[in-house]
């Protein structure tokens, strides 16, 4: 079974920053696509980042652009979202997904978000609050 497993969130004042990983298994994640969601509450699920893991390729939501950095982790199988800068609308649970049946190539659009939220692999989150 594929399994995704977030670590990492915590409390931290605004201007602040948090480390999250993402550890996958009963998969290798080379080749394709992981990406982070949020979800605060009383709001649907967004899609923040993603990473195209063959060819290293990463893509931003604007609100998080210049603060988040997505990357792939010495560890295999893992990738990481470095958060710098945090502010208190970042405060929500983060969420690590997949969807290991994608093409590789759907990690260049932005409808790869909506193609997981559909259908996809999900950790069971973790929690940052920024105050």
């Known amino acids: 079974d594929v399994q995704l497993v977030e670590s990492g969130g915590d409390s931290v004042e605004a201007g602040g920053s948090l480390r999250l990983s993402c550890a996958a298994s009963?998969?290798?994640?080379?080749?394709?696509?992981v990406g982070w969601f949020r979800q605060a509450p009383g709001n649907e699920r967004e899609g923040v980042t993603r990473i195209a893991t063959g060819s290293g390729n990463t893509y931003y939501a604007d609100s998080v652009k210049g603060r988040f950095t997505i990357s792939q982790g010495v560890a295999k199988n893992t990738v990481h979202l470095q958060m710098n800068n945090l502010k208190p609308k970042d405060t929500a649970m983060y969420y690590c997904a997949a969807n290991f049946r994608l093409s590789p190539s759907d990690c260049y659009s932005d409808a790869w978000y909506i193609k997981v939220l559909r259908s996809g692999y999900w950790g069971q989150g973790t929690q940052v609050t920024v105050s």
């Open positions: 009963g998969y290798d994640i080379n080749s394709n696509c």
